[in-house]
């Protein structure tokens, strides 16, 4: 059964680095989003992207964040310079297209720990 | 803003023992609920997307009801492999191509054997 990929599992970084989590979609699916989720907090919307573009994202999403599909198979987020709040789970999750299918599918998340 | 309270937010039961979780919502002009399943670490996998007010969906032991206000998740004679936490999330009206979820807190069940 297709699932949505990300890499790393586990990420350690310095307070001010930048980091770029990765993600492979399902194969035909055209909706992409992250999701973070804060230790013991509620799962929370960052972007979503459709079309090589970001149709919609939340006041999380700063110009410190940045998202790329920068080939036809990895989804990516960036973050700039990173800081002790930023350390969550990070999921990416995908869409296919078409009526109906609205239910999205998550990757098994990046752990991002911010020093 | 839309808001999704889920109560109880823990619940312990012993196994074959029957309940249910609550979802509740304010959206203005719900498109879609969803149910999803996670266990520690990882991520949320999707059980069951209910439109309108009135629709039931099954899987195994699980059965996720909807009215205009709340949804229901009823577990039906639970093994201990049902524990996990159980998330909902509400999707308001397509107004843009984005699509958000936006996800209750969660119920973390426990079946003990």
């Known amino acids: 059964e297709p699932e949505v990929t990300q890499t790393p599992s586990h990420q350690v970084t310095q307070m001010g680095q930048e980091v770029i989590l990765r993600c492979v979609p399902i194969s035909n699916h055209l909706y992409f989003y992250w999701y973070r989720q804060i230790l013991g907090q509620k799962v929370e919307f960052l972007v979503s992207f459709y079309n090589n573009e970001i149709s919609e994202k939340s006041e999380i999403f700063d110009d410190q964040f940045s998202v790329e599909r920068p080939d036809g198979s990895n989804f990516t987020l960036k973050i700039r310079s990173t800081k002790l709040e930023d350390s969550a789970m990070y999921f990416c999750?995908?869409?296919?297209?078409?009526?109906?299918?609205?239910?999205?599918?998550f990757g098994p998340g990046t752990r991002l720990t911010v020093l | 803003e839309d808001q999704v309270t889920q109560s109880p937010e823990a619940l312990r039961l012993q196994e074959g023992e029957s309940s249910s979780l609550n979802c509740s919502y304010t959206v203005s002009g719900l498109r879609g609920l969803f149910w999803y399943r996670q266990d520690p670490g990882k991520g949320p996998e999707f059980l069951f997307t209910?439109?309108?007010a009135g629709e039931e969906k099954e899987k195994e032991r699980l059965k996720a009801t909807l009215t205009k206000k709340e949804s229901f998740l009823h577990i039906t004679a639970p093994k201990p492999e049902d524990s996990a936490t159980y998330l909902c999330?509400?999707?308001?009206?397509?107004?843009?191509?984005?699509?958000?979820?936006?996800f209750g807190g969660g119920t973390r069940l426990m079946v003990k054997p």
């Open positions: 209910l439109y309108s």
């Open positions: 999750a995908s869409r296919r297209p078409g009526q109906g299918a609205d239910e999205q599918f």
């Open positions: 999330a509400v999707q308001p009206p397509n107004n843009n191509a984005g699509n958000m979820l936006t």
